[in-house]
């Protein structure tokens, strides 16, 4: 360029070209400004649409040998049919019995059809992996985590419900019949499932479209937090209803601890109420301490990592909330609910009675 010298070619990588003049004129200077300017954009933007392309994540955990892996699929698939035999029994009893069908047990039926839709989003993909490519497509991914999400958040809006159910038998008994009706039970379970799915769609809706700068995901299963975590840089839609959804749920565990300060106010000065308390109470405070429990382990595990740990222990704390729920809360309720044990162990003491 005529007088101009001390022209640098900088090429710190193979996808930016950086021309450095040290004695150059002003028009030259202009022309480097907008050329470096523009090439540089041009591969950038060569890069995002690279980034961009990604359709399959890779999933971490399962660095097992074959025999283990034979093992781990053997045992959860047992876990799973467990799942499934124990949830579909009590939903059939509640069903089929109609001296069951009161609010109580209407929100433990859907309690119990919450369990088999969550862990429908796991354990399927879980045993596929265990005997193949521990890999899934990006909108398997999205569609695991919603699944996983909404059914964590609709375990609790049930809870909550039963929460409530409790307080008005014990609290007010004489106007039970006239709060529980068949119209306000039939919203209540309406919106303890549309509340969760709306919310965990919005969630899910907010991250597509967002330029992926990697495709590990340092999980055994997809959630929206891990999506996220590898954007190029996280939509401000998302994090805003990520904290709305944490607040939202925050105030369902109030409601619930607010509910039983006044249930347990109540019972202690009546015998009465003690007694309902322990016979319908305990199963739901057991049901709720162990869901609580589970869920906050792996919120630990996902915001703060537990490198220190065996990646095995590891894998049970991200899962435990798939693993012991599911299992424990039809377990628990059917085994110290009356009414639920004698429809139980009926056919048993007909076999007796005519053995």
Known sequence: MGGDTGFDVCNPSNNVVIYVCVKCSEV????LVLFNWFYKRENVDCIMDNVSEVTVFTLSGLNYTVE?????FSLALMWYLLILLVN????VIIIQDKNLHEPMYIFLCNLCINGLYGTAGFYPKFLLDLLSPHVISYAACLLQGFVIHSSTCSDFSILALMAYDRYVAIC????YHLVMTKQRITIFVFFSWLLPLYCMLMNT????????CGSHINKLYCINWMVSQIACSVPKANSIIAYFNIMFYFG??????WSYMYLIKSCLISKENMGKFLQTCVPHLVSLSTFTFTVLLDLMYIRFGLSDLSQSLQNFMSIEFL???????????????????NKILD???FNAEFG
Request: hydrophobic fraction near 55%; aromatic fraction near 12%.
């Open 172 to 175: 007010q008994p004489l106007v």
């Open 205 to 212: 809706v907010s991250i597509l479209g967002s330029k992926l």
């Open 28 to 31: 030259t200077l202009v022309w």
């Open 347 to 349: 056919p048993f003491n």
């Open 68 to 72: 283990h892996r034979l093992t781990l």
């Open 252 to 257: 369902h565990a109030v409601f619930i601890f």
């Open 323 to 341: 693993l012991i729920p599911p299992v424990m809360n039809p377990l628990i309720y059917g085994f110290k609910l009356t009414k639920i044990r």
């Open 88 to 91: 579909v029994a009590l939903i």
